[in-house]
């Protein structure tokens, strides 16, 4: 199994930056990517960001060149540094981790980010 705790939520203005994190422990062999998701009040979850165990990244096209989602290694720690924060992006964000196959799928509980107007 893979704990995943997320922390640095909050409330911003926007315009504001915020940056969360992700903490990974247990069996992190298993982790091939890592990400970032979101589920605002009566919408689906959506994907935000993604970064896989060799660098590459990807990003839905409301948040690029706004977000950057980085892994630290050595930490098992992934992080998602949010610019230009705008009152659409609020929402539950959720650190996701994946292994090889669709069993291994880890989810954290879930941080509030809340952008006012």
């Known amino acids: 199994q893979v704990q995943l705790v997320e922390s640095g939520g909050g409330l911003v203005q926007a315009g504001g930056s915020l940056r969360l994190s992700c903490a990974a422990s247990?069996?992190?062999?298993?982790?091939?990517?890592m990400g970032w998701y979101r589920q605002a009040p009566g919408k689906q979850r959506e994907e935000v960001a993604l970064i896989l165990n060799n660098g590459r990244t990807n990003y839905a096209d409301s948040v690029k060149g706004r977000f950057t989602i980085s892994r630290d290694n050595a930490e098992n720690t992934a992080y998602l540094q949010m610019n230009s924060l705008k009152p659409g992006d609020t929402a539950v964000y959720y650190c996701?981790?994946?292994?090889?196959?669709?069993?291994?799928?880890?989810w954290g509980e879930g941080t509030q980010v809340t952008v006012s107007a």
């Open positions: 996701h981790a994946g292994g090889p196959g669709p069993e291994y799928e880890y």
């Open positions: 247990g069996s992190i062999f298993r982790i091939v990517a």
